[in-house]
């Protein structure tokens, strides 16, 4: 794959290699090249189609006002509406929305679902934040990006730092704003107010999913994985859920407060059921672990699958050569650099891409538009298991184009997904045709 795009400096001190839009540039131009496509429907497609920068003034508790800066990206809606999460995180910066606004389109696309891709963001420490000020940072967040969303424009729904919670408010804002409900102006809203049953799990059990079926293509038992979760929240802690369930052993978890290793593995519902009443959910102070591990060495544990499921860049060029993991489920977003990405490729590490992994949460959030849409409310069970059913097939069809054309699993799903784009580009627009 090019690497040159990365020589390119990254934000603010960052090292190249942690620019997450260089990188996923990088990630599109090799597909790009492999579909032979031209150079004007690249510059398209490596542009955005809509930036919006805004600035949120906030009342702060203590009578002081902080001004807040807000972003909303949508890069392409050649296959519908503009679909993306939210994200509250210090780290929000333009290039990172832009970058992450690109991967929901190559999600959605490879995920088979009518949307385009956007995504949002507010630079904050949400945890610094009370709840009113939360609230009143996403209600002006939402009057200021009110001109470019709408249920059949640009549809958000929750990322790092956001929840049920949080579209609620979002939904009360633009509903009074309009004048009348519109539940269906976000997705991952509470069930009381139009949300899906099956949503709040939907993006960590897709990644649980994918990860078993690519256990038995590759003939192995759940029983004889061994399991390494970064990041036990809204995907991570899911995705170990389910694979405990399904007879996996997670060995190693971790969030914020740092990493919690059992090599006798944990009891995910215990660990679960702690979470639901420690401060900020943290895993901080959980009894039943044998030993508390740093960050690095939960990447670099002896385990058969690993799963990073927190934030972007963790695993990069100066600790890829350690992973263990032969199998690699990427929950997070960009989670693995360019550069680690080579080094683990040719290691033989098998990687499932995050737009193919952790394409789960998007697809519930498709369903519970229809829903919305339709005024239905579908089971918990009929919702996970049309969600299974997509996220194998997609994997499958990107699984068989990488062995087909010896390719890394990412460039495969790169590829589908850029080639129906481009695809239904040249459907809406003749001018297109002969790229
Ligand atoms: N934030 C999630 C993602 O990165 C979900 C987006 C959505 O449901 O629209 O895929």
């Known amino acids: 794959m090019a690497t040159d795009v990365v020589e390119k400096s990254g934000s603010a001190g960052e090292p ?68 993306g999460g939210i994200r509250y995180h210090p780290q929000v910066s333009m290039d990172e929305v832009r970058a992450l606004a690109a991967l929901m389109t190559w999600k959605c696309s490879v995920a088979d679902i009518p949307y385009g891709g956007g995504k949002g963001g507010i630079t904050c420490e949400p945890a610094d934040l009370s709840t009113r000020e939360l609230e009143q940072l996403t209600r002006n967040f939402v009057r200021a990006i009110r001109p470019i969303i709408g249920p059949r424009t640009d549809i958000p729904a929750p990322d790092v730092n956001t929840n049920a919670t949080v579209m609620a408010w979002i939904v009360d804002e633009y509903s009074s704003l309009e004048g009348q409900a ?35 293509l590759l003939g192995r038992s759940p029983e004889a994985t061994t399991v390494a979760v970064q990041g036990f929240g809204n995907v991570g802690s899911w ?50 672990c044998s030993q508390k591990i740093t960050n ?55 990687i499932v891409p995050d737009i193919l992994a952790n394409a789960g949460g998007v697809t519930v959030s498709y369903f519970e538009w229809v829903q919305n849409l339709y005024g239905f409310a579908w089971e918990f069970d009929d919702v996970i298991n049309k969600m299974d059913s997509k996220m194998v097939t997609n994997l499958k069809n990107v699984w068989e184009m990488s062995q087909d054309e010896d390719i890394s699993l990412r460039e495969a799903a790169f590829t589908i997904a850029i080639k129906r784009v481009v695809e239904s580009m040249k459907l809406r627009n003749s001018g297109y045709t002969a790229m």
């Open 296 to 350: 690095e060495e939960l990447l670099s544990l002896e385990v058969n699958m690993l799963i990073p499921a927190a934030l972007e860049n963790q695993l990069h060029s100066g600790n890829a050569g350690e992973v263990k993991a032969e199998i690699i489920v990427e929950g997070a977003n960009g989670p693995t650099t360019l550069l680690a990405d080579k080094i683990l490729y040719e290691r033989g590490t098998i």
């Open 16 to 83: 190249a290699e942690f620019n997450m839009l260089a990188n996923a540039r990088a990630y599109f131009e090799a597909a790009a090249d492999r579909l032979g496509l031209n150079q004007n429907i690249k510059d398209i497609l490596q542009r955005t189609e809509r930036e919006l920068m805004v600035n949120i003034p906030v009342n702060m508790d203590d009578g002081s006002v902080q001004v807040f800066e807000g972003y909303r990206v949508q890069h392409n809606s050649a296959r519908g509406p503009y679909k």
């Open 182 to 216: 519109v539940p269906e102006i976000v997705t991952g809203k509470p069930i009381l107010m139009g949300g899906s049953l099956g949503r709040r799990e939907a993006t960590g059990y897709g990644v649980a999913r994918t990860a078993l079926e690519v256990l038995s």
């Open 239 to 288: 995705a170990a859920e389910r694979l405990y369930r399904a007879g996996c052993k997670i060995i190693a978890i971790s969030d914020v407060s740092g990493g919690y290793f059992n090599p006798e593995g944990f009891d995910i519902d215990d660990v679960m059921r702690y979470q639901e009443t420690s401060p900020r959910g943290l895993l901080q102070g959980y009894p039943d």
